[in-house]
């Protein structure tokens, strides 16, 4: 009879629990399928994706990365993949905005010190890039 309650209940469990989980992901992909269009509108409306712009680096930004891949002894946050993606980016003409924001954090990072560059004009933190 032990068996007979615990299937039951178990049972009930199951069929109240499962309508609930679907609900939970139909909401899910509800609001992931509502935020494509929103970020796909964007680009189409002639606005740039954030990050995407293109910008030319400045001389000082240049040499920052200089002196990232120089520093003996190297920091312990200064992994490999940092200093080939400091590499690539020494050698490249131009950058997307969300790579000078990489050297900058990475700048911070390994400085201690915040990223200042007068040559630079950047969004405020607390507000997004159009």
Same mark, same amino acid.
């Given at each position: 009879m032990t068996h007979?309650?615990? #299937?039951?209940?178990?049972?009930? $469990?199951?069929?109240?629990?499962?309508?609930?989980?679907? $609900?939970?992901?139909?909401?899910?992909? /509800?609001?992931? %399928?509502? %935020?494509?269009? *929103?970020? #796909? *509108?964007?680009s189409r409306q002639g606005q740039p994706l954030e990050g995407s712009q293109i910008v030319r680096p400045s001389p000082k930004e240049r040499a920052a990365i200089s002196q990232l891949l120089t520093i003996t002894p190297r920091p312990k946050t200064l992994k490999d993949a940092d200093i080939k993606y /400091?590499?690539? /980016?020494?050698?490249?003409?131009? !950058?997307?905005?969300?790579?000078?924001?990489? $050297?900058?954090?990475? !700048?911070?990072?390994v400085s201690g010190k915040e990223w200042h560059d007068t040559e630079v004009t950047q969004p405020p933190k607390n507000e997004k890039s159009p």
């Open positions: 007979f309650r615990i #299937s039951i209940s178990l049972f009930l $469990v199951i069929t109240i629990l499962t309508p609930a989980i679907a $609900v939970l992901r139909a909401e899910d992909a /509800l609001r992931i %399928q509502m %935020q494509l269009p *929103q970020r #796909s *509108q964007a /400091l590499e690539d /980016l020494l050698n490249k003409a131009a !950058w997307f905005g969300f790579e000078r924001r990489i $050297v900058h954090e990475i !700048w911070t990072e």
